[in-house]
């Protein structure tokens, strides 16, 4: 089995930072690729930002230099930190990761959620 844990989400004035971490724990031989996800009231999911092993990054236009996506592979932990936040970042972030298991198939896994408000 393998769980995410995610923190760091919370309430911050328009300009301000916040700084997301998801660490995974179980049975992982490797982590492939490793994403930040939000989703706001009456909107669907959309992709944040993504990191792969060897660290190459893709962000959505709607963050691009502001947020900064980055992982520690040792501790197999991924962080967001998101920089000259805005209303319109208010959302629940989730984390996601592709995961190799000692044996069996890789596969996906979602982060519980973290609520980022961003006030006016």
């Known amino acids: 089995q393998v769980q995410l844990v995610e923190s760091g989400g919370g309430l911050v004035q328009a300009g301000g930072s916040l700084r997301l971490s998801c660490a995974a724990s179980?049975?992982?031989?490797?982590?492939?690729?490793m994403d930040w996800y939000r989703q706001a009231p009456g909107k669907q999911r959309e992709l944040v930002a993504g990191?792969?092993?060897?660290?190459?990054?893709n962000y959505a236009d709607s963050v691009k230099g502001r947020f900064t996506i980055s992982r520690d592979n040792g501790k197999n932990t991924v962080y967001l930190q998101m920089d000259s936040l805005k209303p319109e970042d208010t959302a629940v972030y989730y984390c996601?990761?592709?995961?190799?298991?000692?044996?069996?198939?890789?596969?996906?896994?979602w982060g519980q959620g973290t609520q980022v408000t961003v006030s006016s």
């Open positions: 996601h990761t592709i995961i190799v298991p000692p044996w069996g198939a890789r596969r996906d896994y």
């Open positions: 990191i792969t092993f060897r660290g190459s990054t």
């Open positions: 179980g049975n992982i031989a490797r982590i492939d690729a």
